[in-house]
Nanobody, 124 residues
Framework: VQLQASGGGWVQPGGSLTLSCAAS????????IGWFRQAPGKEREPVLC????????VYADSVKGRFTISRDKAKNTVDLQMNSLRPEDTAVYYC??????????????????WGEGTLVTVSS
């Protein structure tokens, strides 16, 4: 059972990136998937969460209207589309999974699986 986040990199302010969270060994269909980020010197914070109805919850007010989360069931991935990126979005981004049988949310302290992070750098 493994999660892997990918797609990070360097982008100029105003640019876009798509991060992907891929699973091996299990289907993401049965999990709420959360994206979290940790900026240098700061605590990890929740960004977005997608649940069983494919509804999503935005945890970080700063990304509203700019970031979206979606499932690609054929690929068994959950993608984070990030638009209008700002320097303050610079962070290591992590994805995590929580069994939907345990609830339709993504509390960072109670996720079942975590992937290794992918670094996003927004600068000119």
């Amino acid at each position: 059972v493994q999660l892997q986040a990918s797609g990070g990199g360097w982008v100029q302010p105003g640019g876009s990136l798509t991060l992907s969270c891929a699973a091996s060994g299990f289907s993401l269909d049965y999990y709420a998937i959360g994206w979290f980020r940790q900026a240098p010197g700061k605590e990890r914070e929740p960004v977005l969460c997608i649940t069983n109805s494919d509804g999503s919850t935005v945890y970080a007010d700063s990304v509203k209207g700019r970031f979206t989360i979606s499932r690609d069931k054929a690929k068994n991935t959950v993608d984070l589309q990030m638009n209008s990126l700002r320097p303050e979005d610079t962070a290591v981004y992590y994805c995590a999974a929580r069994r939907l049988a345990r609830g339709s949310s993504c509390p960072y302290y109670d996720m079942d699986y975590w992937g290794e992070g992918t670094l996003v750098t927004v600068s000119s």
